[in-house]
Nanobody, 120 residues
Framework: QVQLVESGGGLVQPGGSLRLSCAAS????????MGWYRQAPGKQRELVAT???????NYEDSVKGRFAISRDNAKNTLYLQMNSLKPEDTAVYYC??????????????WGQGTQVTVSS
């Protein structure tokens, strides 16, 4: 069974930085596109950034130039470096991965979420 576990969230002051990690574990044959999403209170979940298995990235406009998504394919781990954080970045951040397990069909998996709070 495949699991995604996020870490690295917390409380940070405006202008600060955080680095989120998402480790995929289980019987993984191959991980395809991976991404970060976020959901603020009272709002719908939105895309933050995605990265293909080949390293092609895509960012939501409000985070361009401030956030950087990366991955370590050997470790099946996804990262999100967040710099110049703003109060409006406050949300629960979710990891998403499209994975081909060893013995079951390819599908999307989600992590449990990690809280990021930007406040002075």
């Amino acid at each position: 069974q495949v699991q995604l576990v996020e870490s690295g969230g917390g409380l940070v002051q405006p202008g600060g930085s955080l680095r989120l990690s998402c480790a995929a574990s289980g019987s993984i044959f191959r991980a395809y596109a991976m991404g970060w999403y976020r959901q603020a209170p009272g709002k719908q979940r939105e895309l933050v950034a995605t990265i293909t298995s080949g390293g092609i990235t895509n960012y939501e406009d409000s985070v361009k130039g401030r956030f950087a998504i990366s991955r370590d394919n050997a470790k099946n781990t996804l990262y999100l470096q967040m710099n110049s954080l703003k109060p409006e970045d406050t949300a629960v951040y979710y990891c998403n991965a499209n994975i081909q397990p060893s013995l079951s069909p390819r599908r999307d998996y989600w992590g449990q979420g990690t809280q990021v709070t930007v406040s002075s």
